[in-house]
Structures are given as structure tokens and as C-alpha cells.
């Protein structure tokens, strides 16, 4: 797409289903979901862009089967304001991002299932200000942090969940309130 801001943009409960998307090299998100937007994205590739992966706020809702969001410069996932993300799928794959890998904040939900989050900048999954991070049956490893971190009032339940970083792996380091469930 190579797009100057966003590569795809939803907005004002917009409604996108995609197969086989590729956003690449945009000046700022691949994907910036607002106002209650939704996409949904089958087999989708975001990568490389100069900011975020994928950024949903404002009550919008991401939702991937089998999607990788890979080497952005900030983070790969980012879910705040009331949005909710959910990945799925054994090829689903977050990797090589700046930061975090996924961040969920200010109210925000993550559902992930299957798939793989590793080798970030960051932490693999963060959850800050009163955010839930449901992860099953993932591998979450090698985030130069944590690979699962939750502070601020927020909780994350990782079962059947391999992580493998050593520095701490799961951290609810700086605690406010964080809660994990392993």
C-alpha cells in the first residue's frame, strides 16, 4: 500500500471484511481503526510500517485469523479506548516489532488463541489501565522484556501458554493493581 498516514483506515462503525490483505510501508499505521470501526482480516500481512501495525481505539474492533504484523517500528498491536482484538489461527504471528508486540490499554480486551508473539522490542503482551488479555494455546517468547506483563488494574490469563524469556517471562513488575493467572 505504501500509503503516507494509514494503509487502511475504518472509521464511524465502518465495517471491512478482508482476505489476503497486505498493508506495507505506510507513514504511520497499516491499519487505524476509530470510532467504533471493525475489520476483520483473513491471512492478512502488515508490515514495516513507520509506526504501528495495527491501532484500533475508540470502542473499534480488530478482529485476524491467521494475520501476521510483523517488524512495524513501534508496536504490532495496539488495542485502547474500549477496543477489542482478537487472534487467531497457528500461523497468526507477531514478531520483530519495536515495542510491545500487543499493548491493551484504557479498557481495552485482547482474545488470542493459537499463533505466536515473539522477538519484539518490548513486552510480547502488555495490559495497562484496567485492560484483560485472555491468551490460549500461544507461544509468546523471546520479547527483549517480559514476554507477558500486566500493571495499572489489569489482568491477563495465559493457559496452555508457552513463554520463554528469562528476564522476568511474566512480570507484574512496578505493580498497580496487576494481576496475571498462569
Same mark, same amino acid.
Given at each position: 500500500? #505504501?500509503a503516507?498516514?494509514?494503509?487502511v @483506515?475504518?472509521r464511524r ?9 497486505i498493508?506495507?510501508g505506510c507513514?504511520s499505521h &497499516?491499519v487505524y !481503526?476509530?470510532?467504533g470501526g471493525y475489520?476483520?482480516?483473513?491471512? @492478512? @500481512?502488515?508490515?514495516? $510500517?513507520a509506526a =504501528?501495525?495495527?491501532?484500533a481505539?475508540?470502542?473499534s474492533?480488530?478482529?485476524s485469523s491467521?494475520?501476521?504484523?510483523v517488524?512495524?517500528?513501534s !508496536? &504490532?498491536?495496539?488495542l485502547g479506548?474500549? *477496543?477489542?482484538? *482478537? =487472534?487467531?489461527g497457528?500461523s *497468526?504471528r507477531?514478531?520483530? #516489532?519495536g515495542?510491545?508486540?500487543v499493548?491493551?490499554n484504557? &479498557?481495552?480486551v !485482547?482474545l ?5 508473539v515473539e522477538? #519484539?522490542?518490548n513486552?510480547?503482551?502488555? @495490559?495497562?489501565? $484496567?485492560s484483560?488479555?485472555?491468551v490460549?494455546?500461544?507461544i509468546i517468547?523471546g #520479547?527483549?522484556n517480559?514476554d =507477558?506483563?500486566a500493571t495499572r488494574?489489569?489482568? =491477563?490469563?495465559?493457559i496452555q501458554t ?6 522476568p517471562a511474566v ?5 498497580k &493493581?496487576?494481576y496475571i493467572?498462569?
Amino acid at each position: 500500500s #505504501n500509503a503516507s498516514v494509514y494503509g487502511v @483506515c475504518v472509521r464511524r462503525r465502518g465495517w471491512v471484511r478482508a482476505r489476503y490483505l497486505i498493508v506495507t510501508g505506510c507513514g504511520s499505521h &497499516g491499519v487505524y !481503526l476509530t470510532d467504533g470501526g471493525y475489520l476483520h482480516a483473513r491471512y @492478512c @500481512c502488515v508490515a514495516g $510500517n513507520a509506526a =504501528i501495525g495495527v491501532g484500533a481505539s475508540r470502542g473499534s474492533s480488530f478482529h485476524s485469523s491467521h494475520g501476521v504484523l510483523v517488524h512495524n517500528l513501534s !508496536l &504490532g498491536l495496539s488495542l485502547g479506548g474500549n *477496543a477489542t482484538g *482478537a =487472534i487467531s489461527g497457528e500461523s *497468526a504471528r507477531i514478531s520483530g #516489532n519495536g515495542s510491545d508486540g500487543v499493548n491493551v490499554n484504557r &479498557g481495552s480486551v !485482547l482474545l488470542l488463541s493459537d499463533g505466536r508473539v515473539e522477538n #519484539n522490542g518490548n513486552y510480547g503482551v502488555a @495490559c495497562v489501565y $484496567n485492560s484483560t488479555a485472555d491468551v490460549s494455546s500461544a507461544i509468546i517468547s523471546g #520479547n527483549s522484556n517480559s514476554d =507477558i506483563f500486566a500493571t495499572r488494574y489489569s489482568y =491477563i490469563r495465559a493457559i496452555q501458554t508457552t513463554y520463554t524469556t528469562t528476564s522476568p517471562a511474566v512480570s507484574t513488575e512496578g505493580n498497580k &493493581g496487576g494481576y496475571i493467572d498462569v
